[in-house]
């Protein structure tokens, strides 16, 4: 790892320990599947708010925010923080969230997946983030039949083709946790984006609804230009007769995260939270 990419990887996980991390995950013990670049620390930028980016993964792994022991729930949450696929809003999108949920008893894995441009890989990380998890539900103390998944944008896009993809990308076999399943009990589904790419903005062709199709949370609003994604979600799992709940805003734009004065940022939580209680 050369001197830059080194005093990156400080950086991101000094800002990581500003939260509640207590631990990284690296998925792949063996080659990272597809991956033509050697293993390295991921490559962050900082903005000019101080917030956190991730312009490149070739080691893709888990960021650990366990509760509160008193408070633990024994469920687990991953985070895909969002980004177009060619970065990670790792603070936005991740760490501020993961912080939050451990408050409400969730033990949070914020996954930071491969990037850039690698879709299949990212659907693969997310897949066997899914399986490494339940293979170690007895160490965190969570059920491993309920562990759900969160993705912002890209990440939401991301957390809906690991809930409905017809075929996903096959990788080989790393452990046994492979044999485990790689689907999320639950998808959380925040300013989704890349999900009406069919005929008349409906559903994008590789992923299907079903009546077995796990229960769906999906936050977004009107003046968002990504906003047919989330009618092109609902209204495919509303036809499969799934459990679907979408809440449309009418302003809040796209990217907010849980930014305060943002009344989208400030309404999700509270939608979120009452719908995990229900469902989760």
């Given at each position: 790892m050369d001197i830059l990419r080194l005093i990156g990887w400080v950086t991101l996980l000094s800002s990581a320990n500003i939260y509640a991390q207590t631990d990284s995950i690296y998925l792949w013990p063996r080659a990272v599947p597809g991956e033509t670049k050697p293993k390295s620390g991921p490559v962050p930028t900082t903005l000019e708010d101080g917030t956190i980016r991730v312009i490149e993964v070739t080691d893709p792994f888990l960021a650990v925010f366990p509760p509160k022991y008193s408070n633990k729930n024994g469920r687990a949450i991953i985070i895909c923080p969002g980004g177009a696929y060619v970065r990670l809003a790792v603070h936005k999108e991740g760490y501020t969230v993961a912080n939050w949920l451990t408050e409400l008893g969730y033990t949070v894995f914020v996954l930071h997946y491969r990037v850039p441009d690698k879709r299949d890989g990212a659907l693969q990380d997310l897949q066997r983030s899914l399986r490494l998890i339940r293979s170690m539900s007895r160490q965190y103390e969570?059920?491993?039949?309920?562990?759900?998944?969160?993705?912002?944008?890209?990440?939401?896009?991301?957390v809906a083709r690991a809930g409905m993809a017809t075929s996903p990308p096959p990788?080989?076999?790393?452990?046994?946790?492979?044999?485990?399943?790689?689907?999320?009990?639950?998808?959380?589904i925040i300013y989704p984006a890349y999900l009406d790419g069919g005929p008349i903005h409906s559903l994008s062709p590789g992923l299907v609804a079903t009546s077995k199709t796990v229960d769906t949370f999906i936050f977004q609003t009107m003046d968002d230009k990504s906003a047919q994604s989330s009618f092109a979600l609902a209204s495919a799992l509303q036809k499969a007769k799934a459990n679907v709940e979408l809440h449309m805003l009418p302003s809040g734009g796209h990217g907010y995260g849980m930014n305060a004065g943002n009344k989208a940022a400030e309404t999700w939580p509270k939608l979120l939270k009452e719908w995990l209680e229900l469902h989760f």
């Open positions: 969570i059920d491993p039949k309920k562990i759900g998944a969160m993705g912002f944008s890209a990440g939401a896009n991301l990788y080989p076999g790393q452990d046994h946790s492979d044999s485990l399943s790689g689907t999320p009990d639950c998808m959380i």
